[in-house]
Every structure is written in C-alpha cells, then in structure tokens.
C-alpha cells in the first residue's frame, strides 16, 4: 500500500523556490518603483515652483521697469512743457514791444511813429556809462565789459513772470539786481559752476549759450516742485539788431565817386541801404569774402532788374549793387529774387542762423555747419570748446579785449517787421483822387504814385487822417 508522500519526499524545492521567488519577488519591485514615481513628481512640481517664481520675478520687474519708464516720461513730458512755456513768455515780452499807448489804460497802436505820444514799449538800449534800460528788463546787453579787474554784464535778462526775483539754488537766497553784475564762479562738492557776485555775495547763475561763463540769473518754476524737483528757468535775450546781419550787410558804397565821359555818378552817392552796412571790414581774409559773395550774388549782381516770372524789367536799372542786393535779396531773405533769369540770388538760411546764434563765440558743433560758418573759418572762429566757469578774464581777452570776436558781432537774421496798421482812407481833392489802393508793401522802383502815396500815409498815420505833417 502506497502511502502518501511527504512534503519532505516531494522534489518541490524548485517549485518551491520558483513559488517563493514569484510570490516575494513582484511586490517588492512594484513598491520600488512606486517609491521612484513619487520622487520624480516632486522634482516636476518643485521645478515648477521654481520656474513660477522665476516668472514672477521677470514679471514684477519688467512693471516695475515700465512704471518707472512712465513716471520718467510723464516728468520729461512736464519738463517739455516748462520749457516751451518759458518759450511762449519770452515771445511774449518781445511782442508786446511793438506797441504803444499814451497811458496804460489806452488800447495799444501797433507800431507808433516815432514822435508820437504812444510811445513804444520798445527803446534801443544805450550801455554807455554802465546804466541799463529799465524800459526792456528782458533785454540783455550782447558785450560784456571790463570794469578794473573784474568783468561784468551791464544787463542781464530779468525773470520772465512778473513781478518773480532771481534766486540762487545755493541756500534759497533771491536778488533783483540785473545790472552791473560781476561775472564768476563759484565750486560745489568739487565742481565748478557759474556764479554773479552780487552785492559781495555768490549767487549761482546760468550759461545760456552753452560758451561756459555766467550770463543768466536762475529763478524757480512758478508752478512747484515736479516730481519732488525745483526746476530752474534761464533766460538770455538778445536783439539781433544790436549785430550785423550777415545776410543783408555788404559794405559802405565805394563807387560814388565814379564818374561818367559827362562828369556824372554813375551809381548812387551815398549809403542808403542796410546792405551799405560795413560786413566786409570784419572779414578775415580776401578769400573768404570772394567765396562769400560769389556764393551769395551767383557770380556778379545785375543791373537789370529781373522778375520772379524771369522777365526782365526795361524801364529802369539799379543805381549800384547795393541797391540790386537790397532789392532783390536782402528785404526778402526767406524768397530771394533773381540776378539772372536762371537763378535767384541767396541767403542764409535757418541753419545758419542757429549755427551763429547758439554758443556765442564758440563755433557751432552741428554738422553740417551753416554755409557762413563753413566759408569763413578764419573770421567766426575754430575754439569749439567751453570755457571753464572761472575763465572770464581769458574768456574776455579772447572775445572783446583787442581780438574782438567776430562771431559774437554777427546774426544771420534780424527780422523787422514792416506790417502797417489798416486805416480808413481819405478822399483827396481831384486831381489827386482818393486812396483806393491795398494796404499792400510797395516798391520805391515800380509802384506808381496813387500806390505810393497810399503807403507813405499808412506809413505816418497812428489814428485815420492825422500824420505829424
């Protein structure tokens, strides 16, 4: 009789171990690697923090850029405004001058004539003796001058707004004084800065023109602070017709006394035109005044006067060529008339203007240069660089001692305005007729007499029919 196997008799050790090897071995793997899945998805989300946050970072710090871009420019906008609003009153001052009236009350007559009781806001300044016209307290004198070993400016251009004073940024410390003011300078933190001594005191000043030295007094922004700053305003106003206009001026007539076979003038005695105003005296060299005026004139004026339709006019000649320049260029800088009927004549232009005017005596560091600074390097001068605040006795010599800057003397503009107030006109007695004509702007050579006439006595008139004759 068989009897039952044993478990020790069953050769089961394989199975056995293939069963231990199944039943112990597949948990334990699934368990690692469980383990090694939640390890990775932690590394996933800390990795996404971290790149979270990066853009966070980026995010507030480009707002924060652009916030601080915006508030920059929102002060930069202001600061414009300040400036063009500076702009607008100095036009301000300048335009008002053009009017008089007896008493203040009295609407103001354009342009009075000169013996009128409406006398003008305007005077031309006289610096002799030091003294300053206190009629124009927004003109500056144009030349410094010496007075015993300091330099001064006999006037300097007052604040803008009524009734504002001068203040240094120094210690808040204002002053009215504009005449006679001492030019220096004074060093803060290290630095030196332009400065008036004024009453014994150094108040800091401005540089207008950008040349180094003091020439404006400062005086605060009437609306505030902007952005937690005081700004400054800085004014220096000039009349352009206290220079020479190289655009207009030639030189005195040194043809007059040229006669004809019959004994006589052949051109017009006598200086009777801006452009009769001495330009060639202040040149430098022969040779930049040829290149000058043969730039200018396109060769040589004619004595023929020509048409802007490019006809030429038969019935008269200009005396000189003074009288063909005035003519036909220089009373109409911004639309020269013709030489020839092939080409008008020239004139400076806006560049030049700004290439002149905006240092000073330094020359000009635009590019292109005008075309006078770029023809007559000898005559406006080579220094492009400033002068240091505390150089006034160099900046004297060098510009108004025995060299006496030829640049600081001239303008390319000095625009006059020739409108004429609109009066009723009166009807004259036959044969003259009445004044029927246009307030129009007449010409001496071609109008005829009616026209004539008619504009000698908008002229002269301030109220309708009354002249001083």
Same mark, same amino acid.
């Given at each position: 009789?068989?009897?039952?196997?044993?478990?020790?008799?069953?050769?089961?050790?394989?199975?056995?171990?293939?069963?231990?090897?199944?039943t112990?071995?597949?948990p334990r793997s699934?368990r690692?690697?469980?383990v090694?899945?939640?390890?990775?998805?932690?590394i996933?989300? +800390?990795? *996404? &923090? @971290?790149?979270? $946050?990066l853009?966070?970072t980026?995010?507030?710090?480009t #707002?924060?850029?652009?916030?601080? /871009?915006?508030?920059?420019?929102?002060?930069n906008?202001? +600061?414009? *405004? &300040? @400036?063009e609003? $500076?702009?607008?009153?100095?036009?301000t001052?300048?335009? #008002?001058g053009?009017s008089?009236? /007896?008493?203040?009350?009295?609407?103001?007559?354009?342009?009075?004539?000169?013996?009128?009781?409406?006398?003008?806001d305007?005077?031309h300044?006289?610096?002799?003796?030091?003294?300053?016209n206190?009629?124009n307290?927004?003109?500056?004198?144009?030349?410094?001058?010496?007075?015993?070993?300091?330099?001064?400016?006999?006037?300097v251009?007052?604040?803008?707004?009524?009734g504002?004073?001068?203040e240094?940024p120094?210690?808040?410390?204002?002053?009215?004084?504009?005449?006679?003011?001492?030019?220096?300078?004074?060093?803060?933190?290290?630095q030196l800065?332009?400065?008036?001594?004024?009453?014994?005191?150094?108040?800091?000043?401005?540089?207008?023109?950008?040349d180094?030295?003091?020439?404006?007094?400062?005086?605060?922004?009437?609306?505030?602070?902007v952005?937690g700053?005081?700004?400054?305003?800085a004014?220096?106003?000039?009349?352009?017709?206290s220079?020479?206009?190289?655009?207009?001026?030639?030189?005195?007539?040194?043809?007059?006394?040229?006669?004809?076979?019959n004994?006589?003038?052949?051109?017009l005695?006598?200086?009777?035109?801006p452009?009769?105003?001495?330009l060639?005296s202040?040149?430098?060299?022969?040779?930049?005044?040829?290149?000058?005026?043969?730039?200018?004139f396109?060769g040589s004026?004619?004595?023929?006067?020509?048409?802007?339709?490019?006809?030429?006019?038969?019935?008269?000649?200009?005396?000189s060529?003074?009288?063909a320049?005035q003519y036909?260029?220089?009373?109409?800088?911004g639309?020269?008339?013709?030489?020839?009927?092939?080409q008008?004549y020239?004139t400076?232009?806006?560049?030049?203007?700004a290439?002149?005017?905006?240092?000073?005596?330094?020359r000009?560091?635009?590019?292109?240069?005008?075309?006078?600074?770029?023809?007559m390097?000898?005559?406006?001068?080579?220094r492009?660089?400033?002068?240091?605040?505390?150089?006034?006795a160099?900046?004297?010599a060098d510009n108004?001692?025995?060299?006496?800057?030829?640049r600081?003397m001239?303008?390319?503009?000095?625009s006059?305005?020739?409108?004429?107030?609109?009066m009723?006109?009166?009807?004259?007695?036959?044969?003259?007729g009445?004044?029927?004509?246009?307030?129009?702007?007449v010409?001496?050579?071609?109008a005829?007499?009616?026209?004539?006439r008619?504009?000698a006595?908008?002229?002269?008139?301030?109220?309708?029919?009354?002249?001083?004759f």
């Open positions: 009789m068989q009897h039952a196997p044993q478990p020790a008799d069953i050769p089961a050790v394989s199975l056995q171990t293939n069963s231990i090897g199944l112990a071995s597949r699934r690692r690697n469980f090694r899945r939640r390890g990775s998805v932690l996933i989300v +800390v990795s *996404l &923090l @971290v790149l979270l $946050a853009l966070g980026a995010w507030i710090a #707002t924060h850029a652009a916030r601080q /871009s915006t508030e920059q420019n929102s002060v906008t202001q +600061v414009v *405004l &300040l @400036v609003g $500076a702009v607008e009153m100095s036009k001052w300048l335009t #008002t053009l008089g009236r /007896s008493t203040p009350a009295e609407a103001p007559t354009y342009r009075p004539r000169s013996d009128s009781s409406k006398q003008y305007y005077h300044v006289t610096w002799a003796g030091g003294g300053a206190t009629t307290p927004e003109l500056a004198s144009r030349f410094p001058e010496q007075s015993g070993a300091s330099y001064i400016w006999p006037a251009s007052a604040p803008l707004a009524r504002a004073t001068f240094s120094l210690g808040g410390r204002s002053y009215t004084a504009r005449t006679d003011l001492k030019i220096t300078s004074i060093i803060i933190d290290g800065y332009p400065a008036f001594d004024v009453g014994g005191q150094l108040m800091l000043a401005a540089d207008a023109d950008g180094g030295i003091a020439d404006s007094g400062l005086w605060p922004v009437p609306m505030g602070q952005n700053v005081t700004y400054y305003y004014v220096r106003l000039i009349d352009n017709n220079a020479i206009n190289a655009t207009c001026a030639i030189e005195p007539n040194i043809a007059s006394t040229v006669l004809d076979a004994g006589k003038a052949t051109q005695a006598g200086n009777y035109f452009s009769n105003i001495d060639h202040l040149v430098m060299s022969n040779a930049e005044w040829n290149a000058y005026n043969a730039w200018r396109v004026p004619n004595m023929t006067p020509v048409m802007d339709n490019s006809a030429a006019r038969t019935d008269f000649l200009f005396g060529i003074y009288e320049w036909q260029a220089a009373r109409r800088p639309s020269p008339g013709k030489n020839t009927a092939a008008a020239r400076l232009t806006s560049a030049d203007v290439s002149l005017a905006a240092r000073f005596t330094l000009s560091t635009a590019s292109p240069l005008g075309v006078f600074d770029a023809m390097p000898l005559t406006t001068g080579d492009t660089d400033p002068y240091r605040a505390d150089q006034a160099q900046w004297f108004f001692g025995t060299n006496f800057s030829r600081a001239m303008v390319a503009s000095s006059v305005s020739n409108t004429i107030p609109v009723p006109l009166p009807v004259l007695p036959s044969p003259l009445g004044l029927t004509e246009p307030n129009l702007k010409s001496v050579n071609a005829g007499f009616s026209e004539l008619t504009g006595y908008l002229a002269m008139c301030d109220t309708p029919y009354t002249t001083p």
